[in-house]
């Protein structure tokens, strides 16, 4: 009986956590919101910062749920690399990622250098700016049902956005390092390269098998013993390794919808069964986490960092749009679509602040103050351009002109 009392709180904790998902998915049906919006700001009100209404245990789940959700993401994500996908819209998702990178590093720092930040504080974030969260992107296109030649450039733009935005931050780090005297730029470097490219080796070298078992072990359909065995297995060891499970899970996904002989998809599709449960908790924790009171040290630099990073954004996807020669306009606000900030960028704000531990306290101010910004914004900006691009299956239901 007293093992069953101690019980109780869990299961009512979770059980309620996972009707509060259901309800926002509902309400995310009928209103403008996003259910990931809904589930961030229902966690910040159930959060510590205001209602309180948690238990503790709950938030000693975060960093477990968070390495298993974003792995999740990522294997999710690689099937939007495939050769086929690559080869008619290659152009497009190359030009725009690399050109929103770049334009945001670039406009973070000199508007940063202008309102007299200091140049390598400037550099850190110019370094994190770029940095997208899939989690928000990818499930917002799931919500809407969002389908065509946009939505898969999106997130083909998404799937490598880490990959670049993790290269970039290792230089400008090197760079920060040299200007401020650190003496630890090569090491930032080697660090970098290695999260990059040993995550990529990592998901080759788990893709390639499951490719095998995808075709031979199962001919015709996968199990969710394998796929989700697999992709947890591939997180595990890119935590043993220090690299980025995000790409890793990434290749691995990006290698099995190449090489796969038949039935490419139903890895994923087993996937994707198992998927939802799990980020309402994420959702729902990533909002609980989040500081209100970040908001109130923001400063100038604070505001800059959301208004540049906007900015750049928009620029860096006209511009990439130009260059890929995309003729539909949408293609120039992608990057619009891509604000949410939050997992990646914070990991690279921590990295940044062991070389620059005196900048601890304004590197966390501003990049968990804009991450309260961009999270809840964020998937309102991605779920209305999709709508606007015309690719929702559902494109009645969320007409937001049309309303009364």
């Not at 152009?91 to 406009?107: D, E, F, Y």
């Not at 504080?121 to 770029?130: D, E, N, R, S, T």
């Given at each position: 009986m007293t093992e069953s009392i101690h019980l109780a709180p869990i299961l009512l904790t979770f059980g309620g956590l996972f009707l509060i998902g259901l309800v926002a998915d509902l309400l995310g049906r009928h209103t403008p919101l996003p259910r990931v919006t809904l589930l961030i700001f229902t966690?910040?009100?159930?959060?510590?910062?205001?209602l309180d209404l948690l238990p503790e245990f709950i938030y000693n789940w975060f960093p477990l749920l968070t390495d298993i959700a974003l792995a999740m993401i990522g294997f999710l994500l690689g099937q939007n690399l495939t050769r086929e996908k690559l080869t008619t819209?290659?152009?497009?998702?190359?030009?725009?990622?690399?050109?929103?990178?770049?334009?945001?590093?670039?406009?973070m720092f000199v508007g940063l250098?202008?309102?007299g930040v200091p140049v390598e504080?400037?550099?850190?974030?110019?370094?994190?700016?770029?940095a997208t969260a899939p989690a928000p992107v990818i499930?917002?296109?799931?919500?809407?049902?969002a389908k065509g030649p946009f939505t898969d450039t999106l997130l083909g733009v998404v799937a490598i956005d880490d990959a670049w935005g993790m290269l970039l931050f290792s230089c400008l780090l090197v760079a920060a390092t040299i200007v401020g005297g650190n003496g630890h730029s090569l090491d930032a470097l080697n660090d970098g390269l290695w999260e990059v490219f040993g995550a990529l080796l990592l998901g080759g070298v788990i893709g390639f098998p499951m490719a095998y078992l995808n075709s031979h072990l199962y001919p015709g359909k996968s199990s969710q013993a394998e796929v989700l065995g697999l992709v947890l297995l591939c997180a595990g060891l890119a935590e043993i390794l220090g690299v980025s499970y995000i790409l890793s899970a990434m290749m691995m996904g990006t290698v099995v919808a190449n090489f796969s002989s038949h039935h490419q998809h139903r890895p994923f599709e087993e996937l994707e069964m198992f998927e939802w449960p799990?980020?309402?908790?994420?959702?729902?924790?990533?909002g609980a986490?989040?500081?209100l009171s970040a908001l109130s040290t923001i400063g100038f630099m604070g505001v800059g960092y959301v208004v540049f990073r906007v900015l750049g954004r928009i620029v860096g996807s006209y511009l990439g749009a130009k260059w890929a020669k995309c003729d539909q306009k949408q293609y120039g606000w992608m990057g619009f679509a891509m604000l949410p900030h939050a997992g990646v960028p914070i990991g690279m704000a921590l990295l940044a602040i062991q070389q620059f531990p005196h900048l601890k306290e304004p590197i966390l101010a501003v990049i968990l103050s804009a991450t309260v910004v961009?999270?809840?914004?964020?998937?309102i900006a991605t779920r209305w351009l999709l709508v606007k691009s015309g690719e929702s299956t559902r494109q009645a239901e969320f007409d937001f002109d049309s309303r009364p």
């Open positions: 966690g910040f009100l159930i959060g510590p910062s205001t819209m290659g152009r497009p998702i190359i030009g725009i990622s690399i050109s929103v990178m770049i334009a945001t590093a670039i406009l250098w202008i309102l504080m400037a550099l850190v974030l110019a370094g994190i700016a770029p499930d917002v296109t799931r919500e809407i049902d799990l980020l309402i908790l994420f959702f729902l924790l990533a986490s989040l500081n961009f999270e809840l914004v964020g998937p």
